[in-house]
């Protein structure tokens, strides 16, 4: 049996991005500290499994498109038992959310945080 451990992202800012996680999924900090190349890093999530979030200053932007870049990240699918509380709290930071669905076995909806990166938000019936 495996399961997936971490994916680990850039973004511009490791405390704002551990700050929103942390609220919108019930989340904690499980560890954070200097990193590589001088940058900084924080582990947020739950026992089990994390989101590795790594922040270098000055960072460079973004400027492909994940979806049509080999190596890209195109999201990151999260499951959550209330999705209608979790998309309140989506939206309670500033993100707009978009192509809800609701498909056998469950519902969906997605969201772009301030760096850009896609999240798939599920909820299982």
């Not at 947020?44 to 979806?67: E, H, M, R, S, T």
């Not at 519902?107 to 760096?115: A, G, K, L, N, T």
Request: charged share 25%; net charge negative.
């Amino acid at each position: 049996m495996s399961h997936l451990e971490h994916v680990n992202m850039t973004v511009a800012d490791v405390g704002k991005t551990a700050a929103w996680l942390c609220d919108v999924f019930d989340w904690k900090i499980r560890w954070q500290g200097d990193s590589l190349a001088g940058g900084y890093t924080a582990h947020v999530g739950n026992d089990q499994d994390y989101v590795a979030i790594y922040a270098l200053k000055p960072a460079n932007p973004k400027v492909d498109n994940n979806y049509t870049t080999v190596g890209g990240l195109n999201h990151i699918g999260v499951v959550v038992d209330d999705l209608d509380r979790v998309e309140d709290k989506v939206k309670s930071h500033g993100f707009e959310t978009y192509s809800h669905a609701d498909y056998e076995p469950g519902r969906r909806f997605y969201f772009r945080d301030s760096d850009g990166i896609e999240f798939e938000v599920v909820a299982y019936d």
